[in-house]
């Protein structure tokens, strides 16, 4: 019982259908090599994901930075607050110094709550 013959992919000679390797160039018809290992693997360039990576990395920040925009004047308050009582804090300051610091965030409070209504997070003493 004879088996048909195909070309070989390579060579385009006749060879039998069950063949692993071409008779004529010595092909192996598995791996696509003379001598039977597989092909090597084609190394995909570096260049584009050095390239890219920043630029993406830079185009998200930039869209953060346009969506976030500066802070409204109530947040800038806050912070004035915030910033004020460490300066009452600061056990380096004469207590004279310390006192007038702390009268002049009481009346930041004051003129926050008056402004923005109270806040139950706020330090007020």
């Known amino acids: 019982m004879d088996a048909p013959?195909?070309?070989c992919p390579f060579c385009a000679e006749p060879i039998k259908a069950e063949a692993i390797r071409c008779k004529h160039c010595q092909v192996s018809?598995?791996?696509g090599t003379a001598d039977g290992a597989p092909p090597p693997k084609s190394k995909k360039p570096i260049w584009p994901w050095i390239i890219l990576t920043p630029l993406l990395i830079l185009g998200t920040l930039m869209v953060v930075?346009?969506?976030s925009?500066?802070?409204d004047e109530k947040t800038k308050a806050r912070?004035?607050?915030d910033l004020c009582?460490?300066?009452v804090d600061d056990e380096l300051q004469s207590l004279s110094?310390?006192?007038f610091v702390r009268g002049t965030c009481q009346m930041m409070v004051e003129k926050y709550e008056t402004k923005y209504g109270r806040s139950p997070t706020l330090r007020r003493e």
Request: cysteine-free; overall charge positive.
């Open 5 to 7: 013959d195909k070309n």
């Open 29 to 31: 018809l598995l791996t």
């Open 65 to 67: 930075g346009a969506m």
């Open 69 to 71: 925009g500066p802070p």
């Open 79 to 81: 912070s004035a607050i």
């Open 85 to 87: 009582w460490k300066g």
């Open 97 to 99: 110094t310390r006192r």
